[in-house]
């Protein structure tokens, strides 16, 4: 049976988008070839990128509003020195909550002056800052809407002057916002969109082009637009995967629906973390729980080689916690069912039981 996936990532895709995606690496569309044997400049891989590169926009809401969707390779990582290489001329600021922001800061330093607007470092970044103040002549701004190892969520972002910028790496297609506040988007696919080796980037294209430093081909958006993503071979296999799930959320209902079954799963799962004596959340402040990554841990540290025992015997993987944050991390990413929530409270009631 299969296991009841809370990994933080690569994490958890629909089980049917994995069934349709082996089939493809045997037989894609009939051809008699695999998917990944197949030119990527052939009509059916062609069809596959435009329609990833549709489906993401009209998730989010920018179709036709100036906005081009890509699908990059290098991971979130590369994105961190990507968009100081296209945006950053003299100062940009970054709201630092958590390991990913810290190291978005670390590349753009590289390119030139970066204020940190705000900060929740000195608490292990166990919060959402918020009433900050920023500064005036940025060249951008950017954030990090859920922090995947320590278990925030951003919910009021930033009204800016300047372009907001945002890792939505771990949240992307998981809650219905205004994504048309943001000018550049990313997300590595692995969180909740498909395997390793593809990160989305939807970009506003008005806001390119407004440094003067020249910029390689490869870290250059605009060139990767002007090729409709496809500038060197692109990752097919990822981004066909990618694909399938967001015709998957289509079918499904979109965003909107989505973000009410992750809604009941996040409920679930902190009522339960708040009832029970036995355990703690990790996060300060009951509002920036994020919705997707719960991280909490046991009271007590006698129940750890029980409760352990009991939930990988329930068929759960993935529950550790990230090693900053210690205890327990529950990804609840949008191709987790909300049983496997509820194995896992029924865990954690069963452990209150014993002890
Ligand atoms: C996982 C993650 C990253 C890093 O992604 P890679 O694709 O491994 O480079 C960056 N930001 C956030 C928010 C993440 O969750």
């Known amino acids: 049976m299969k296991k009841h996936n809370f990994s933080a990532g690569p994490c958890i895709l629909p089980q049917s988008v994995l069934q349709k995606a082996s089939e493809a690496v045997l037989n894609f569309d009939g051809l008699d070839l695999s998917l990944i044997e197949i030119s990527h400049r052939s009509k059916n891989f062609v069809n596959v990128m435009d329609r990833a590169r549709e489906l993401a926009l009209e998730h989010l809401g920018l179709q036709n509003k100036g906005y081009q969707a890509l699908f990059l390779q290098g991971g979130a990582s590369m994105e961190f020195l990507m968009v100081a290489f296209n945006f950053l001329e003299t100062r940009a600021g970054y709201i630092n909550t958590g390991t990913w922001s810290d190291k978005a800061i670390k590349e753009a330093k590289l390119f030139g002056d970066v204020v940190e ?128 799930t967001l015709e998957w959320l289509k079918e499904l209902g979109g965003v909107a629906t989505i973000e009410k079954n992750n809604n009941k799963k996040a409920e679930l799962l902190y009522n339960e973390i708040d009832r029970n004596p036995l355990f703690k959340g990790f996060v300060a402040n009951k509002e920036d729980r994020s919705k997707m990554n719960a991280t909490f841990s046991l009271v007590n540290e006698d129940h750890k080689l029980d409760f352990d025992t009991l939930w990988t015997e329930a068929g759960i993987n993935g529950l550790n916690g990230h090693r900053s944050v210690g205890g327990y991390r529950a990804s609840m990413y949008n191709a987790l069912s909300i049983e496997s929530v509820q194995v896992l409270v029924d865990v954690m009631k069963e452990i209150e039981k014993k002890a």
Request: a negative charge; charged letters at 15%; glycine letters at 6%.
């Open 117 to 244: 607007v705000a900060s929740s470092k000195g608490a292990n970044f166990n919060y959402i800052p918020k009433d900050y103040q920023i500064p005036s002549g940025l060249d951008y701004l950017h954030c990090t809407s859920n922090n995947t190892i320590f278990g925030t969520q951003i919910n009021n972002f930033p009204e800016t002057d300047c372009p907001l910028i945002c890792d939505m790496s771990s949240d992307i297609f998981s809650r219905v916002l205004d994504f048309s506040k943001f000018d550049l988007i990313y997300a590595g696919a692995q969180k909740n969109m498909g395997p390793a080796g593809t990160t989305l980037v939807v970009v506003k294209e008005e806001v390119l082009g407004q440094v003067s430093r020249k910029i390689p081909s490869m870290m250059d958006y605009k060139v990767h637009i002007s090729k409709d993503s496809m500038f060197n071979t692109p990752a097919v296999f990822p981004v066909y995967v990618s694909m399938l």
